[in-house]
């Protein structure tokens, strides 16, 4: 028989044997605000989806905080004089999470894939890509058919993401399920409403600002919840933090959080000429109803009570700081009186609407706030909320007067323009069209020199903010907490985490 | 008993067929378009007729439903056009965890009701009484989701003693499934204990002052034989039946209750799958729920023989 001593001995031996191992497993656990659609780039759907990405799959260029271009797969690119072919130069030594090689072959697959999978969300925004030549291993030219300049933004986000050509093929439309990319980390397994887990990739290109083994994201719909979770050290990051919680967790020592402007936007899109129902709406009828209804409106009041001030207002398709906002049209001031005597002019005091609204408290709220303020004015609306795939449908058969309706935002103005104000776009749910507006927005997409583009979106501003089809309120805070030893965070504005440098204090 | 356990497995069947017929149609009633919502942000119109075409709904609707029920009298429930996976899969993944929460929730709701209830129709008009029944006035009158909240902010956030939510699978690890899964279980535990309290204590109360009641305590035997053995048995055929349903319901998954404490059980799966307009995973769901809840209703019919003998003749 052993004498229980004799085990003893042995017992430090094998901590110090196991030591190595136990240290440096590091987990990084992210809690969501949702359930991501399907992983494949081409199909993928959601804002979520993108936040997911950003540890899975690489893209062909990325944005920075400033929302500048910055190369990742491409480490390099050049326009032509006439801006109709993009010619990329790749990072040489990149490989796919199953082994194969990244190259200029990989990326015409990608472009292709994109282009015709079927169902893919990628094909509009890759449209005016005509052909991809394979000039050498590590440079590809993209031919346009018309010169296309938010290209580079859109090879930023999914369509620029890039997997791996072989497991694609062998996947078909199931890619999804098990994706292959070349990001920091592979996929390892999904449970549907549970978690993603995804491990470290070894060969990554930039292995050395990888500071973690595995990520866990754990989708957490309740925002109470998900920061409980982070609270009782179950998770490290939390996205969409409540903006009615952010108060209290800025004294939490043991927590960190961080706020940056979105990207996209909170507005009310108006039926101007969507539907017959345009023509009974006495804000669609007349530019003068309109103007008065965003006259009443006292956007910072909106935002206070709405987001407790976690958002920026603004009266356009980006926010007030950002390089595109068109100064020529500044966010209008409340000026009831004004808007009092717009309406008698219009022959309207009293117009009356429906206000649909999303069925979450942020746009219930915003949508009581509106009520209140425009009843000073004379109008009087009347509230209808409805689920998301309800309004989504009274939005595409134009059977509302007036909507309430976010757009998460693009890195490139055009994202958040073109499909909402250029004729017949698939967003256009006010209906607008307008032949000049038309013009020039497709101008502002064959240039490339921000300055002359900028003019341009002046002269856009000036038009569309005049008919309104959209009344912007305000963009929202990107809200994040996370623990405090947690370091390496970047707040890009596009509101994805970059897992990229992230690092754990001991 | 023979005879009637045949009759009632006959009309599972045409049940059945009528419950898939009802779920296929009223999903059809809902607004929205399943390819529209699908398409996403973006709503490419090609992708928008391209979803339509893949999801059969351009399709009349006895097509549509001939092919669903053809599948899954192949097995095949069909696949979630939001996740790619199919309906199977995902219900044999989500079952497992709807079924521990729901046993946990049972045993946690059994544990305390028919005791209590007991104690409160014996003891009636005394503290116990009082006690018991104020117990269930809490247990029924407060929310599940707000119980659910508070207990994470205690236990979770403040002592540290269980993880806020989440899931571990019991062939993983046992001891970080049951602490996963206890806050959970008796939230839902605690509303049923208290219906199931008030009514042993309505049925104790209505047995106890029966005669054959008297006649056994004449016999002279003690008062926990006469409660335990005679008294119990004849008042356990309504709470079986209560027991039963409730049962049924925690199988079709605790909607929010798994929201709070992120559970990934069936609750979940079907109410993003309405939202999202995924039909396959909707009808899939409800079928497999439909059916507990019938073959629960057979057991618990079942169940009654067992308590009582005079069914049997």
Redesign the interface.
């Known amino acids: 028989m052993t004498h229980p001593m004799t085990r003893c001995r042995w017992i430090p031996a094998l901590l110090l044997a196991a030591l190595p191992v136990l240290t440096p497993a590091q987990t990084l656990r992210v809690g969501l605000a949702e359930d991501p659609d399907v992983l494949d780039p081409s199909l993928s759907r959601s804002f979520v989806g993108r936040v997911v990405f950003s540890a899975l799959c690489d893209k062909l260029f990325d944005v920075d905080e400033k929302l500048a271009i910055q190369p990742q797969l491409a480490s390099a690119y050049e326009w032509s004089a006439d801006s109709k072919t993009l010619t990329l130069k790749l990072r040489p030594g990149v490989t796919f999470h199953d082994g194969e090689k990244f190259d200029a072959a990989a990326v015409k697959f990608n472009i292709e894939r994109h282009k015709t999978l079927p169902g893919s969300n990628r094909r509009g925004e890759l449209a005016p890509v005509a052909t991809v030549d394979v000039v050498d291993p590590l440079t590809v030219r993209l031919n346009l058919s018309a010169p296309f300049s938010p290209l580079l933004a859109q090879l930023a986000d999914r369509a620029g993401m890039m997997v791996s050509p072989k497991a694609a093929q062998a996947a078909g439309d199931k890619f999804g399920t098990k994706p292959v990319c070349s990001g920091p980390f592979r996929f390892v397994e999904r449970v549907a409403q549970d978690r993603m887990v995804f491990e470290r990739y070894p060969q990554y290109w930039n292995k050395d600002a990888i500071h973690f083994d595995k990520i866990v994201y754990t989708p957490i719909p309740d925002a109470t919840v998900r920061l409980a979770n982070l609270k009782s050290g179950q998770l490290d990051f939390i996205e969409r933090v409540a903006s009615s919680d952010i108060e209290k967790l800025q004294s939490d020592k043991k927590l960190k959080t961080s706020r940056i402007t979105e990207i996209g936007y909170q507005g009310i899109t108006i039926n101007l000429a969507k539907s017959d129902k345009a023509k009974q709406n006495p804000l669609g009828r007349d530019a003068r109803v309109r103007e008065a209804f965003e006259l009443s409106l006292d956007r910072q009041g909106i935002a206070q009570v709405v987001m407790d001030n976690e958002a920026t207002v603004g009266n356009q398709w980006v926010a007030p700081g950002n390089a595109w906002y068109a100064k020529n049209v500044p966010v209008p001031k409340r000026d009831v009186a004004r808007a009092k005597a717009l309406l008698k002019e219009a022959g309207v005091p009293n117009p009356s609407f429906t206000l649909v609204t999303p069925t979450t408290s942020d746009a219930q709220r915003l949508a009581l706030v509106v009520q209140a303020m425009t009843r000073e004015a004379g109008f009087d609306v009347k509230i209808q909320a409805a689920e998301f795939a309800t309004s989504l449908n009274m939005a595409d058969k134009g059977d509302f007067e007036a909507l309430v309706l976010a757009w998460s935002g693009r890195a490139d103005p055009d994202g958040n323009l073109y499909s909402f104000d250029a004729c017949k776009q698939p967003l256009n749910y006010a209906g607008y069209c307008d032949a000049e507006t038309d013009a020039l927005l497709n101008q502002s997409r064959a240039l490339r020199d921000p300055a002359e583009r900028r003019k341009l979106f002046e002269q856009v501003a000036a038009r569309v903010l005049k008919e309104r089809p959209i009344v912007y309120l305000y963009h929202r805070n990107w809200l994040w907490a996370y623990n405090a030893k947690l370091g390496g965070v970047r707040n890009v504005p596009d509101g994805l985490l970059r897992v990229t440098g992230l690092k754990l204090a001991p | 008993m023979f005879e009637y356990l045949v009759k009632r497995v006959a009309t599972l069947l045409p049940t059945l067929l009528f419950v898939s017929v009802l779920i296929f149609g009223l999903q059809q009633l809902?607004?929205?378009?399943p390819a529209?919502?699908?398409?996403?942000?973006?709503?490419?119109?090609?992708?928008v007729a391209?979803?339509r075409a893949?999801l059969h709904l351009d399709e009349p609707l006895p097509i549509r439903y001939a092919r669903w029920v053809g599948g899954v009298l192949q097995g095949d429930l069909g696949e979630?056009v939001?996740?790619?996976?199919p309906v199977t899969g995902?219900i044999l993944?989500k079952l497992p965890v709807t079924v521990e929460l729901a046993l946990l929730a049972m045993a946690i709701a059994l544990a305390i009701g028919i005791p209590s209830g007991i104690v409160s129709a014996v003891g009636r008009g005394t503290a116990w009484d009082w006690a018991a029944n104020a117990f269930a006035l809490w247990g029924i009158s407060t929310p599940n989701f707000w119980l659910g909240?508070l207990m994470?902010?205690l236990f979770?956030?403040q002592l540290?003693w269980l993880?806020?939510?989440?899931?571990v699978s019991p062939f993983e690890d046992l001891g970080a499934n049951l602490a996963a899964m206890i806050m959970p279980a008796f939230v839902l535990g605690n509303a049923i204990a208290a219906v199931l309290m008030r009514h042993t204590r309505s049925a104790m109360l209505q047995v106890m002052s029966a005669d054959y009641v008297r006649t056994a305590r004449a016999k002279g035997l003690g008062e926990r034989t006469v409660v335990l053995k005679h008294a119990l048995r004849n008042a356990l055929t309504p709470i079986i039946t209560l027991g039963a349903l409730e049962l049924g319901t925690l199988l079709s998954g605790a909607v929010l209750t798994e929201?709070?404490?992120?559970i990934?059980g069936f609750g979940?799966?079907v109410v993003?799958a309405v939202?999202?307009?995924d039909y396959a995973v909707v009808q899939g769901v409800v079928l497999v729920t439909a059916s507990a809840y019938m073959l629960l209703n057979l057991l618990a019919d079942l169940a009654y023989f067992a308590v009582n003998p005079r069914l049997r003749r």
């Not at chain 2, 993880?163 to 899931?167: C, N």
């Open positions: 809902l607004p929205g378009d529209k919502i699908l398409a996403g942000e973006d709503q490419d119109p090609q992708v391209y979803l893949r979630s939001r996740s790619q996976q995902l993944q909240i994470i902010l979770s956030v540290g993880p806020a939510s989440g899931y929201q709070v404490f992120t990934p979940k799966l993003d939202f999202n307009r």
